[in-house]
């Protein structure tokens, strides 16, 4: 399968897909840290309107800055200036991409209040890493992940990450247990559907 993975510059979810046999390539405004597989470094919104239509299956990361209800207390002032309603407007140009199978990841957020509730809410304890971090799945013609690997702890580290200048960057990355489940689940949807 063609998979496009929107919003991502660490390669984790991308390089899955290509270690399961797929032509996956990512898009982000920032470089690939992962040279494995092919980047384009541009807005996904221009990717999408020259070649969406060329991916069965599109996993998409949009930034959670100014949609978490972790940062509610900022609300206020995102709605004034309009970075909430833009945020929301990228997600929504995501959710009706040209494409068939759609994956859209993001944190406790007002997606859920404004766009849909999620189909799926996972944590990372349940694809082999022993922490929590509630992350919602917005499915269109995919089944929902099931857990692979669940495993004790309930550490929140990544909350719990001290500040610095890539602070962001470590928490915004996709645990590889969760990249491999999804390669290996959505990576042959028609099986997978015959087992559910």
């Known amino acids: 399968m063609r998979i496009l993975v929107a919003c991502e510059f660490s390669g984790t979810v991308r390089d899955a897909f290509i270690r399961a046999g797929h032509d996956a ?5 920032l470089p ?3 040279n494995l597989g092919f980047h384009y470094q541009e807005d996904i919104r221009h990717v999408l309107g020259k070649l969406g239509h060329i991916f069965d299956m599109m996993i998409a990361h949009p930034p959670c800055t100014h949609l978490a209800v972790s940062g509610a207390r900022h609300f206020a002032e995102k709605i004034a200036d309009g970075r909430q309603q833009a945020a929301l407007d990228f997600v929504k140009a995501l959710m009706d991409a040209p494409i068939d199978k759609i994956c859209i990841e993001n944190l406790i957020s007002i997606i859920s209040s404004k766009i849909r509730k999620p189909d799926q809410i996972i944590h990372p304890w349940q694809f082999g890493h022993g922490e929590t971090k509630a ?7 995919i089944p929902k992940l099931i857990p692979t690997n669940i495993v ?3 550490e929140a580290r ?3 990450m001290p500040p610095g200048p890539n602070r962001w960057k470590e ?3 996709t645990f590889q247990g969760i990249a491999d489940a999804m390669a290996m689940q959505w990576g042959n949807t028609e099986e997978h559907f015959s087992l559910t």
């Open 158 to 160: 990544v909350h719990r």
């Open 152 to 154: 004790e702890g309930r």
């Open 32 to 34: 690939s840290e992962s």
């Open 25 to 29: 390539r990512s898009c982000d405004v």
């Open 135 to 141: 992350t919602c799945l917005w499915l269109k013609g």
């Open 171 to 173: 928490r915004s990355k």
